[in-house]
Protein backbone atom coordinates (compact mmCIF):
# COMPACT_ATOMS: atom_id res chain seq x y z
CA UNK A 1 0.00 0.00 0.00
CA UNK A 2 1.35 3.69 -0.56
CA UNK A 3 2.95 4.77 2.42
CA UNK A 4 4.43 8.06 2.86
CA UNK A 5 6.56 8.02 6.19
CA UNK A 6 8.45 11.61 7.71
CA UNK A 7 11.04 12.07 9.39
CA UNK A 8 10.70 12.85 13.28
CA UNK A 9 10.26 15.89 15.44
CA UNK A 10 12.52 18.87 15.69
CA UNK A 11 13.55 22.12 17.80
CA UNK A 12 15.82 24.00 16.34
CA UNK A 13 16.98 27.83 17.18
CA UNK A 14 16.02 30.54 15.16
CA UNK A 15 18.11 31.35 12.27
CA UNK A 16 18.90 27.66 11.67
CA UNK A 17 17.39 25.63 8.98
CA UNK A 18 15.39 22.51 9.09
CA UNK A 19 15.47 19.49 6.66
CA UNK A 20 12.21 16.88 6.64
CA UNK A 21 12.46 13.88 4.68
CA UNK A 22 9.59 11.79 2.93
CA UNK A 23 10.16 8.49 2.34
CA UNK A 24 7.54 7.06 -0.13
CA UNK A 25 7.01 3.32 -0.97
CA UNK A 26 4.42 1.46 -2.64
CA UNK A 27 3.81 2.69 -5.64
CA UNK A 28 6.39 4.36 -8.20
CA UNK A 29 8.17 7.42 -6.79
CA UNK A 30 8.75 9.04 -10.38
CA UNK A 31 4.90 9.11 -11.49
CA UNK A 32 3.47 10.98 -8.49
CA UNK A 33 4.36 15.06 -7.52
CA UNK A 34 5.24 15.69 -3.51
CA UNK A 35 4.14 18.63 -2.28
CA UNK A 36 4.56 20.22 1.01
CA UNK A 37 1.98 21.89 3.63
CA UNK A 38 2.14 23.00 6.74
CA UNK A 39 -0.41 24.13 9.77
CA UNK A 40 0.47 26.23 12.40
CA UNK A 41 -0.74 25.38 15.81
CA UNK A 42 -4.50 25.76 15.52
CA UNK A 43 -4.36 26.97 12.19
CA UNK A 44 -5.75 25.94 8.74
CA UNK A 45 -3.13 24.42 6.00
CA UNK A 46 -0.74 25.92 3.70
CA UNK A 47 0.43 24.91 0.51
CA UNK A 48 4.33 25.54 0.23
CA UNK A 49 5.04 23.91 -2.94
CA UNK A 50 5.47 20.82 -4.84
CA UNK A 51 8.84 18.61 -6.44
CA UNK A 52 8.80 16.40 -9.35
CA UNK A 53 10.71 13.37 -8.76
CA UNK A 54 10.84 12.37 -12.28
CA UNK A 55 12.68 15.14 -12.90
CA UNK A 56 13.20 17.17 -9.57
CA UNK A 57 11.66 19.89 -11.32
CA UNK A 58 10.49 22.39 -8.32
CA UNK A 59 7.35 25.34 -7.68
CA UNK A 60 7.53 26.93 -4.86
CA UNK A 61 4.46 29.50 -3.21
CA UNK A 62 5.47 33.18 -3.86
CA UNK A 63 5.65 32.99 -0.04
CA UNK A 64 8.54 30.80 -0.01
CA UNK A 65 10.97 31.62 -2.58
CA UNK A 66 14.08 32.04 -1.19
CA UNK A 67 14.03 30.51 1.43
CA UNK A 68 12.53 27.07 0.94
CA UNK A 69 14.66 24.36 -1.14
CA UNK A 70 12.61 20.82 -2.10
CA UNK A 71 14.26 17.96 -3.67
CA UNK A 72 13.92 14.26 -3.99
CA UNK A 73 16.88 11.64 -3.84
CA UNK A 74 14.92 8.62 -6.50
CA UNK A 75 17.42 5.96 -5.04
CA UNK A 76 16.16 5.60 -1.84
CA UNK A 77 12.18 6.95 -3.01
CA UNK A 78 12.40 9.94 -0.77
CA UNK A 79 11.69 13.41 -1.06
CA UNK A 80 12.78 16.29 1.19
CA UNK A 81 11.94 20.25 2.14
CA UNK A 82 14.45 22.27 3.48
CA UNK A 83 13.79 25.71 5.23
CA UNK A 84 15.96 27.86 6.04
CA UNK A 85 16.07 31.45 8.27
CA UNK A 86 13.58 29.85 10.47
CA UNK A 87 11.58 32.40 13.01
CA UNK A 88 8.76 31.17 15.61
CA UNK A 89 6.24 31.64 12.60
CA UNK A 90 7.76 28.73 11.24
CA UNK A 91 6.87 26.80 14.14
CA UNK A 92 4.13 24.41 12.86
CA UNK A 93 3.62 21.03 11.90
CA UNK A 94 5.08 20.06 8.05
CA UNK A 95 2.91 17.46 5.85
CA UNK A 96 4.01 15.62 2.63
CA UNK A 97 1.60 14.70 0.76
CA UNK A 98 1.04 12.83 -2.70
CA UNK A 99 -0.63 14.55 -5.69
CA UNK A 100 -2.19 12.20 -8.24
CA UNK A 101 -2.09 13.81 -11.53
CA UNK A 102 -5.36 13.09 -13.62
CA UNK A 103 -6.97 14.41 -10.33
CA UNK A 104 -4.62 17.08 -8.97
CA UNK A 105 -5.24 16.35 -5.59
CA UNK A 106 -3.83 14.92 -2.39
CA UNK A 107 -4.61 11.35 -2.28
CA UNK A 108 -2.10 9.96 0.02
CA UNK A 109 -0.23 12.30 3.27
CA UNK A 110 2.13 11.83 5.50
CA UNK A 111 2.07 11.42 9.37
CA UNK A 112 3.42 14.85 9.72
CA UNK A 113 6.66 16.22 11.01
CA UNK A 114 6.37 18.96 14.01
CA UNK A 115 8.87 21.75 13.93
CA UNK A 116 9.65 23.77 16.79
CA UNK A 117 11.35 26.89 16.15
CA UNK A 118 12.92 28.56 19.90
CA UNK A 119 15.61 30.10 21.61
CA UNK B 1 -4.42 33.98 -6.20
CA UNK B 2 -7.42 31.97 -5.85
CA UNK B 3 -9.30 33.03 -2.91
CA UNK B 4 -11.37 29.85 -1.04
CA UNK B 5 -14.20 30.93 1.45
CA UNK B 6 -15.58 28.41 3.63
CA UNK B 7 -18.67 28.88 5.77
CA UNK B 8 -19.97 28.97 8.05
CA UNK B 9 -16.50 28.20 9.69
CA UNK B 10 -17.76 26.17 12.81
CA UNK B 11 -20.80 23.33 12.57
CA UNK B 12 -21.93 22.38 15.85
CA UNK B 13 -24.35 19.09 14.83
CA UNK B 14 -27.01 16.70 17.08
CA UNK B 15 -26.12 12.96 16.00
CA UNK B 16 -27.77 11.64 13.23
CA UNK B 17 -28.54 15.25 11.85
CA UNK B 18 -27.65 16.42 8.61
CA UNK B 19 -25.05 19.05 8.12
CA UNK B 20 -23.92 21.30 4.74
CA UNK B 21 -20.44 23.04 4.16
CA UNK B 22 -20.12 25.94 1.44
CA UNK B 23 -17.15 26.44 -0.32
CA UNK B 24 -16.86 29.68 -2.63
CA UNK B 25 -13.65 30.15 -4.70
CA UNK B 26 -13.25 33.69 -6.24
CA UNK B 27 -12.83 32.56 -9.78
CA UNK B 28 -14.41 29.45 -11.89
CA UNK B 29 -12.40 26.27 -11.15
CA UNK B 30 -13.65 24.97 -14.34
CA UNK B 31 -9.97 23.50 -15.91
CA UNK B 32 -9.10 24.23 -19.59
CA UNK B 33 -9.91 20.33 -20.18
CA UNK B 34 -12.81 20.72 -19.01
CA UNK B 35 -12.84 19.34 -15.52
CA UNK B 36 -13.26 21.20 -11.98
CA UNK B 37 -10.56 20.26 -9.55
CA UNK B 38 -12.49 20.88 -6.56
CA UNK B 39 -11.65 18.68 -3.02
CA UNK B 40 -12.50 17.86 0.14
CA UNK B 41 -9.89 16.98 2.95
CA UNK B 42 -11.30 15.53 6.68
CA UNK B 43 -8.86 15.99 9.55
CA UNK B 44 -9.67 14.35 12.34
CA UNK B 45 -8.66 16.00 16.25
CA UNK B 46 -4.36 14.39 16.19
CA UNK B 47 -4.36 13.00 12.41
CA UNK B 48 -2.91 14.44 8.84
CA UNK B 49 -6.08 15.27 6.78
CA UNK B 50 -7.66 12.74 4.19
CA UNK B 51 -9.12 13.12 0.83
CA UNK B 52 -12.56 12.27 1.21
CA UNK B 53 -13.97 13.91 -2.22
CA UNK B 54 -12.05 15.08 -5.36
CA UNK B 55 -13.33 16.55 -8.43
CA UNK B 56 -16.49 17.92 -6.82
CA UNK B 57 -18.04 14.84 -6.23
CA UNK B 58 -16.34 11.90 -6.73
CA UNK B 59 -15.94 9.66 -3.37
CA UNK B 60 -12.77 7.92 -2.38
CA UNK B 61 -12.91 4.09 -1.24
CA UNK B 62 -13.62 3.77 1.98
CA UNK B 63 -15.38 6.61 2.37
CA UNK B 64 -18.71 6.32 3.85
CA UNK B 65 -21.96 7.28 1.27
CA UNK B 66 -22.80 9.50 3.73
CA UNK B 67 -20.60 11.85 2.41
CA UNK B 68 -21.59 13.62 -1.23
CA UNK B 69 -20.00 16.47 -2.57
CA UNK B 70 -21.71 18.81 -5.23
CA UNK B 71 -21.63 22.36 -7.17
CA UNK B 72 -20.19 23.90 -10.12
CA UNK B 73 -18.28 27.12 -11.15
CA UNK B 74 -17.15 28.96 -8.05
CA UNK B 75 -19.93 27.07 -5.30
CA UNK B 76 -19.34 23.68 -3.67
CA UNK B 77 -21.17 22.15 -1.09
CA UNK B 78 -19.89 18.78 1.22
CA UNK B 79 -22.78 17.56 2.40
CA UNK B 80 -22.62 14.66 5.49
CA UNK B 81 -26.61 13.13 5.80
CA UNK B 82 -26.25 11.91 9.17
CA UNK B 83 -23.38 12.74 10.90
CA UNK B 84 -21.72 10.22 13.08
CA UNK B 85 -19.45 10.72 16.38
CA UNK B 86 -16.75 9.77 13.99
CA UNK B 87 -16.97 12.53 11.51
CA UNK B 88 -16.10 15.31 14.14
CA UNK B 89 -13.30 17.10 12.78
CA UNK B 90 -12.11 20.29 10.39
CA UNK B 91 -13.15 19.89 6.71
CA UNK B 92 -11.12 21.84 3.73
CA UNK B 93 -12.07 22.27 0.60
CA UNK B 94 -8.54 22.48 -1.59
CA UNK B 95 -8.52 23.84 -5.25
CA UNK B 96 -5.90 22.43 -7.69
CA UNK B 97 -6.99 24.04 -10.99
CA UNK B 98 -5.04 27.63 -10.47
CA UNK B 99 -2.12 26.41 -8.86
CA UNK B 100 -3.27 25.02 -5.08
CA UNK B 101 -4.88 26.85 -2.31
CA UNK B 102 -7.05 25.41 0.54
CA UNK B 103 -10.20 26.80 2.14
CA UNK B 104 -9.96 28.35 5.95
CA UNK B 105 -11.80 25.27 7.59
CA UNK B 106 -14.98 24.46 9.16
CA UNK B 107 -14.62 22.40 12.68
CA UNK B 108 -17.94 20.16 13.09
CA UNK B 109 -18.11 19.60 16.04
CA UNK B 110 -21.11 17.55 18.17
CA UNK B 111 -23.76 19.17 19.87
Known amino acids: QVQLVQSGTEVKKPGASVKVSCKASGYSFTGYYIHWIRQAPGQGLEWMGWVNPNNGGTNYAQKFHGWVTMTRDTSITTAYMDLSRLTSDDTAVYYCARVDSSTWSFDHWGQGTQITVSS | DVVMTQSPLSLPVTLGQPASISCRSSQSLVFSDGDTYLHWLQQRPGQSPRRLIY???KRDSGVPDRFSGSGSGTDFTLKISRVEAEDVGVYYC????????FGQGTRLEIK
Open chain 2, 94 to 101: VQGTHGIT
Open chain 2, 55 to 57: KVS
